[in-house]
């Protein structure tokens, strides 16, 4: 691992920079070089004067090459104090937390002191939300805003540093090590080491079985399937409980029905609320469903472009390694890989940007049902793009082969120029023999050697592509302050310049985006559920991927990106159905796998071609069926478990109970125990005669309502039981009497 | 209709007795024919005591034929205050109700009064709650209570007669019903009326669509079968919306999670619980477990009873139908149903035992689980006895009728006694042809048949039989009036005598569940998920059934049972799960039916063998599937939609939130006020240097820590903009200078 000190202090005066934050809570940072200078400093105006009015102090600073720095921290405390009630208040009505706050503000706030992230998200709020709701309304990089480039929180660096070097030095993480991702980075991405953390641990499974079965078994076993698809269904099942356990002990289950409203939001008009009178931006949900419509299009046409793209350079691929057979053979083969690999990315990230797009036309009110929005487009184009190349090779390539390769000659245009005659370029027609280690191949390339460049591009690239950007910095500022100008830092106070350059390199930093490493995370789940019976080590390979990936995406919070904003959340969002999503559907691919291939892998009767549709079918049918059977058994058994996060609410619920009870039942209790000390039972035996005469007499006398008297002919329940007794043994003697009368008949 | 006046007073003297309770909660019929005098008395003296410990007053009064009857209210309207307040700050715990109760008990309980329905089921928690949880622990029929025949409530005669009037007088139920129903007979039962009358509304479609189709389109149509899946998917959905309003309405959303202790549950040992440090009795989970894996053999056993009977008798109907072709063939047809008829309800009653007594040795804690795996268990039952014969015919008659038949030659044993000779008994090899109208007639007689039947079952034997043994009573009334023995009733106070002859009779009466109701209609829309595409017309069928059935069982309420508990629900619990479950069989079945007999009823080449595998497979898999995506579909859509029980919901938190950060902001308001106002723009321009004296003057002498000198150097938001501004300006002109001295290079 790269030293730290390294990454942190490119410059070597940073010195004791890393140890203090002047208190700043976010920076913003400005920029205006693209506007002209009038309306650079009306727009500056404006948005101290928000900051100021949402009760935010502020301190500016230069910043790098046009741009200045905004210092923001909430100028007063109490102001701070009665936000974080209120969003107490809030969690406690929306039931995330189960005991209402102190009625009493200060009260309440001393006994459970704000902690740091829960100040962070706040002030981060009272930056964002609108002015209506008491913020300052900036939006980063949109509409008016659109010069304030970013807001960010400042890195704990000492904090960092440890924490890099923990992680480093222990092989898993402890709810400890969970707690302090959360304390420092917020629920959202504590969830995400979380999940990580679990799905490592669970990964050593399919691991051991997986090496196991590929000794023994060999590939395309069923019994390989059949572990697999029920380790899925676990797995999947058994992160949903730890999910809501983990959101128990963070005291955020439920927080996903708070929701915030988004910026952007654009209403059409404003209406008042039948229910709380209040006014609320409106935006018919009629009108948002049709422009989610054209997320059909839209997937239709991704899938169209990727697909054929895919299908194309798949064909060449196959046309050339398996058709082909002149000069330069072993070098054409990689063409259509360069081919996917330039094209592909660029494809993907214009549809990405399209969907961005769409989503944003989709106008959604929450910034959660946006992000959620744009899951679930990202989650098709990435299905496309991981799963569909095999997809094709499974149930396109090697059942239809003999039917489609001769069809290739078309492709003879891509290598033309390289043939030496036309029979190097056409099928033999009789021998073809297609190639069953190409499906291992293609799992092989997206299970290890796909992870390990993306590791790189994650990891590698960025920090020498900073690097680099720094050293042109600094010789840039060099040559400025050859040139006489003042540079930026020259200005600096000195007691804050170390602290300053420190500031202005975590400007340039990227925002860390957690659902880019919670897909990335998903979609290797899917390569196991879909695909993981072609071959068994594929667990073996992510586990130790994994491990690197965990720390990874430590060190590029740490280093590489802004201090995320601590967000709450109570799940892994739109990504645990696509888990369930790609579980399920593995039960109908894996089964068409093992029935296609089981064997030699070329089908149950050698010939790929041989299958029975009816045999394929109803193999399908009945896996499916049996992974929908285990996962409601697996959901219930897991359901009926109990776990430290709900007994720890039951805890609570209990106590609340209690003080409520004891607080509002105290005085009524001597009563009721009065009450209850009134059953001492005067056992005598007493005549029904005497005992109802009273009853009589207030009746004779015309004392009281009907209903009284009847409540009084039986006074205490020691008369009831004298008078039930009479009744019972007259009964009794009445039925042996005549008994006995019937006998003597 | 029956004259109700008829119904309730076969005794013409029990006049006024109509109009009043006499402020009795509960009565309990305690029996004591078969057991010893002294342990009778023991048992009653043992009863009294109880319910007088848990604070209820009681009045003993004499029964019929070796019972008494046990008056019971409540002794101190105090100690059922506190018992009502305790029930409602549990509720607020486990968030059915949004606002904590007043803290102040009276108060609370003057602002909201205690409702009927509150007050019954509180009563009846009292009489039967463990004595531990401060109830008098009576378990009616069981353990030492055995004597205990029944716990009742007294029926509201007068409301009754009415709102059986006005149900027969209207077509449709109205909120302001469901409310009156709820009002008196609990949530639980409300329910099922809301359900039902749901359900008849949403049967208005299928019945006309159903016609128009069995005119236009015939049976077996692809689009009959489409159309009502999608009626199935929307139909359910509605219905979990629905819900979720009326139970957010009528108050009790969420109640489910509110469980009720079973009093039979048999704990193994007492532990602490870790939470709460309260003794709990346990029952180890894994131990039940074993014990639920008996349902396994269970099912399959009742399955092979069943199945086999149905198959048996199914075989012997189509062997006389098909084969024999002797003398008296038109009445041996009958045999098998006459069979079928008597053994049917046998078996199947000792089954249901069989499972009532699997359940109780299931042993669940609380009432709801004992009562979920006694549903899913009648659930298997009545599946099987209903849907069996169908399915035989339509999946195993029908295409496998010409290899089956000629087997039937077994079956001669059943005719033989008839036959002439051998020849009659014997299949015609060659010329045997199925018969498709035989599926048709099934479902009729399933559809229309079965359930006049089956009305006339539930309300016009139950209403002979007690019209009968009344008769018999007053006959041996009059007989041992005559024998000179004093009856029962001659021991009546006469101001009471009219009244205890009513609560006599009512505690004849059999108890209502619910379930059984429910059962039938979830059976009855099984039916049509399942098989309506046979005939179209089976809606239309229900539609005229479940008009009747409706006031039926309003009737058999108020006239056959005693007046049922009001327990409180969310839902119509387990029965739901059974309606999704047939709702998504039915895309299968549906879907096979459709592929097997379309066009002549006869598959598609006219041969019912002739069917491919494949396509039959493949139809169900994208009727599958396309179910479930639609059913996902339709999930989300309702889910989007608002609706009067949800707004309700948001107002109530609303006024809370208001109240609350109203309460407890008050004080803070004026100083935050303050804070705010601090932002009066002084808009001078002023020297960077001037500006920031003060602060390095501090800094010079060493005032205050580093951060508090960083925030001090710019004072209030205008000097920050004067700086910005500068800062801004210099760095415009930088800029500018940088490209002209470039321009002058």
Request: aromatic fraction near 12%; proline fraction near 4%.
């Amino acid at each position: 691992m790269a030293s730290l000190k390294n990454l942190h202090e490119p410059n070597t005066n940073l010195g004791n920079a890393l140890h203090t934050n002047f208190d700043v809570d976010y920076v913003i940072d400005y920029r205006f070089a693209t506007t002209s200078k009038s309306q650079a400093v009306a727009q500056f105006t404006k948005l101290i004067e928000a900051l100021s009015d949402a009760g935010l102090a502020t301190e500016v600073r230069n910043g790098d090459n046009g741009a200045v720095l905004v210092f923001v921290k909430a100028a007063s405390e109490t102001r701070l104090r009665a936000e974080v009630y209120r969003s107490r208040v809030q969690d406690w009505l929306y039931g995330v937390r189960s005991a209402a706050p102190e009625k009493d503000m200060r009260k309440s706030l001393d006994e459970e002191p704000m902690t740091e992230a829960e100040r962070l998200r706040i002030v981060h709020l009272l930056i964002t939300k609108p002015k209506a709701e008491r913020g300052a309304g900036i939006t980063p990089k949109s509409g008016e805003w659109e010069n304030v480039e970013s807001i960010f929180a400042l890195h704990d660096h000492k904090f960092n540093k440890e924490w890099i070097k923990d992680l480093g030095s222990k092989y898993l993480l402890n709810s400890e090590d969970l707690t302090k991702i959360r304390d420092r980075f917020g629920e959202k991405i504590a969830f995400y080491f979380a999940f990580l953390q679990s799905y490592f641990l669970f990964l050593t499974f399919p691991a051991g079985f997986g090496f196991c079965s590929w000794v023994i078994l060999g590939q395309y076993s069923p019994w390989y399937a059949i572990i697999n698809g029920l380790w899925c269904i676990f797995f999947v099942e058994y992160w949903k409980k730890q999910e809501t356990d983990l959101a128990v002990e963070w005291g955020v289950r439920g927080v996903s029905r708070i929701q915030h409203k988004r910026p952007n939001f654009r209403h059409e008009r404003v209406i008042k609320d039948p229910v709380t009178g209040e006014e609320i931006k409106f935006y018919p949900a009629t009108k948002r469903l049709t422009r989610q419509l054209l997320q059909v299009p839209f997937a239709i046409f991704a899938s169209l472009v990727l697909g054929s793209l895919i299908a194309l350079c798949f064909s060449i691929e196959v046309f050339i390694s398996e058709v082909y057979d002149g000069p330069f053979k072993s070098y054409l083969v990689f063409l259509p890989t360069v081919l996917l690999t330039l094209i592909m990315p660029i494809s993907s990230t214009l549809l990405t940007g399209f969907a961005s797009k769409l989503t944003d036309f989709e106008n959604y009110e929450t910034t959660d049902a946006h992000e959620a929005a744009m899951v679930s487009k990202i989650f098709v184009l990435n299905f496309i793009t991981s799963y569909l190349p095999i997809f094709l090779t499974a149930f396109v390539y090697v059942p239809f082969a003999q039917i489609i390769v001769p069809y290739l000659d078309v492709l003879q245009v891509t290598v033309r120029p390289f043939a030496e005659d036309e029979k190097q370029m056409t099928a033999p027609k009789s021998e073809f023999q297609i190639n069953p280690d190409r499906l291992k191949k293609q799992i092989i390339y997206f299970t290890v050697t796909a992870q390990i460049v993306n590791f790189g591009m994650e990891i590698a690239v960025p920090y020498l592509s900073r690097r680099f950007s720094r050293k042109v910095k600094e010789i840039k500022a060099d040559r400025t302050t050859n040139n006489g100008a003042s540079g930026d830092a020259a200005d600096d106070h000195p007691e804050e310049a170390a602290f300053l350059a420190r500031v202005r390199n975590e400007a340039e930093l990227s925002v860390y985006d957690v659902t880019t490493d919670l897909r990335e995370m998903v979609v290797q789940f899917g390569y196991l559920s879909l695909f993981s019976v072609i071959w068994p080590l594929t667990a073996v390979s992510f586990l130790i991927n994994n491990w690197i990936e965990l720390r990874g995406d430590a060190l590029k919070i740490a280093v590489q990106t802004q201090r995320p904003v601590p967000w709450r959340a109570d799940s892994i969002g739109p990504w645990l159905n696509a888990l369930g999503f790609l579980s399920w559907l593995g039960s109908l691919t894996t089964a068409a796998i093992v029935y296609l291939f089981s064997g030699d892998g070329l089908g149950p009767d050698g010939n790929p071609r041989d299958i029975k549709g009816w045999g394929l079918l109803l193999t399908i049918f009945f896996s499916e069926h049996i992974y929908l059977g285990v996962q409601l058994g697996v959901r219930t058994a897991l359901g009926k478990i109990d776990s430290p996060g709900l007994q720890r609410e039951r805890a609570e619920r209990f106590t609340i109970r209690r003080q409520y009870l004891q607080d509002s039942l105290g005085q009524e209790a001597a009563e009721e125990e009065k009450a209850a000390e009134g059953v001492t039972l005067a056992k005598q035996t007493i005549g029904r005669n005497i005992l109802e005469e009273e009853a009589r007499q207030s009746t004779l006398q015309g004392h009281g309502t009907p209903e009284e008297r009847f409540w009084k002919r039986q006074q205490g329940p020691s008369e009831t039981i004298a008078i039930g007794k009479m009744y019972i043994e007259k009964a009794a003697s009445a039925a042996t009497e005549a008994k006995e009368s019937k006998k003597e008949l």
